[in-house]
């Protein structure tokens, strides 16, 4: 995220903050379920007359037949599951699992028995399960913490009319969850981690010019960062020695020096000459130009006289006026020229401050 993302109209700072934490803090669910997967040998719904009354019928219940490599079995259903089959699609042939809790099915793909049947088909053909048809299947999902909090929030909604309804769906507005909410969710998070049915992958939060935070962000950092489920949080800017958004103390970074004591600082280094070489030429390869050794290497001295940034920006025009010149590779003269054309930040800034506010 960027410092400045959480200024915004219709959610506080602080939860924008609290909400990229928890999507950086992942949970991996692992859960034994009860399956029953094969090859669909036979799909026979059995109907009855409609107790309503009437000329139609209904399905009472359905006949499904799988295989595997083992075995076969057939299983009476519920006409609820017949209609998730319909849904999905689900034909002879087809190699399924059916969630013996929920009921749920999924189809996982077309038999690799039936590859051959034409030449040319969008289907994704699968071997036919091994063991029994029933099974015990270990199901593994991914989710972060705020997916919980979203899927766990109650809608906000203003009223059960048309209006409203059609008004909340083409005007979506973003809605804050609450703390209890979240106080909630750890628990349960918790204590199925306590139980082993899921173990916490925390992530990584990087926030970008984090001078752009006020004193308030700051403020809710300090404990947000304290909390057992808050991941590794990597902090930039560019900024030394300024002022703190919102007061008027002057701190390293833009930082309280309280939160700068909770933190690791790595120190930077400019990039050397070799360096800079080396990385104009793999932007070079990466944008398929080709430039001469003497065109790299002062392209390596101007980004140690300006900066790494107007180096690779000098690669774009420099290309043009190649091509324009009727050449395919980046002379020196090219470089040169583009060079004398436009003027980096330094120099800007001193001509600027020698002149009447013009370029001259």
């Known amino acids: 995220m960027v410092g400045s993302e959480v200024y915004s109209s219709e959610v506080k700072k602080t939860e924008i903050l609290m909400e990229n934490f928890r999507r950086a803090i992942g949970l991996r669910i692992k859960e034994n379920k009860e399956v029953y997967e094969g090859e669909v040998t036979e799909i026979t719904p059995a109907e ?6 009437g000329y139609g019928r209904t399905v009472s219940h359905v006949i499904l037949g ?3 490599t083992r075995g076969a079995k057939q299983l009476r259903l519920d006409p609820s599951i017949y209609e998730q089959m319909q849904k999905e699609k689900v034909a002879v042939g087809d190699i399924i699992y059916v969630e013996g809790s929920t009921g749920a099915v999924k189809r996982v793909g077309r038999s690799d028995a039936y590859a051959t049947e034409f030449d040319l088909e969008a289907e994704e053909y699968v071997p036919l399960p091994k063991g029994d048809v029933h099974k015990k299947k270990e199901v593994i999902q991914d989710v972060s913490l705020h997916d919980l909090d979203v899927a766990n929030a ?11 309804v059609m008004g909340s769906v083409l005007k979506p507005k973003k809605t804050e969850i609450t703390e209890k909410l979240r ?11 306590d139980q082993g049915t899921a173990e916490l992958v925390p992530g990584v939060l990087f926030v970008d010019e984090v001078h752009m935070l006020d004193i308030e962000c700051f403020t809710y950092l300090n404990r947000a960062l304290e ?16 002022t703190i958004r919102g007061t008027d103390v002057v701190s390293p970074h833009g930082i309280p020096v309280d939160l700068l004591d ?8 400019p990039y050397s000459l070799e360096e800079i070489i080396q990385i104009m030429s793999i932007r070079a390869e990466t944008e398929s130009l080709d430039i001469e050794d003497q ?3 002062a392209l390596g001295e101007i980004g140690v006289r300006t900066s790494l940034r107007y180096a690779v920006q000098m690669l774009a025009p420099s290309k043009i006026l190649a091509e324009t010149n009727g050449r395919t590779s980046i ?6 020229e583009v060079d004398d054309l436009f003027f980096d930040a330094k120099a800007s800034a001193a001509i600027l401050a020698n002149s009447d506010g013009y370029l001259a």
Do not use: W
Not at 48 to 53: A, C, D, K, S
Not at 262 to 269: D, E, G, K, Q, S
């Open 183 to 193: 106080t909630e969710i750890n628990r349960v998070v918790n204590r199925y981690i």
């Open 154 to 164: 109650r809608p906000q909604g203003g009223g059960s009319d048309l209006a409203t």
């Open 331 to 336: 002379h020196l003269s090219d470089i040169a």
């Open 227 to 242: 909390s057992s489920l808050a991941p590794i949080v990597i902090f930039a800017t560019n900024r030394g020695v300024c």
């Open 66 to 68: 799988l295989k595997t």
């Open 48 to 53: 009855t007359e409609n107790p309503l009354g």
């Open 262 to 269: 909770r933190m690791l600082i790595l120190r930077t280094m």
């Open 295 to 297: 065109a790299l290497a």
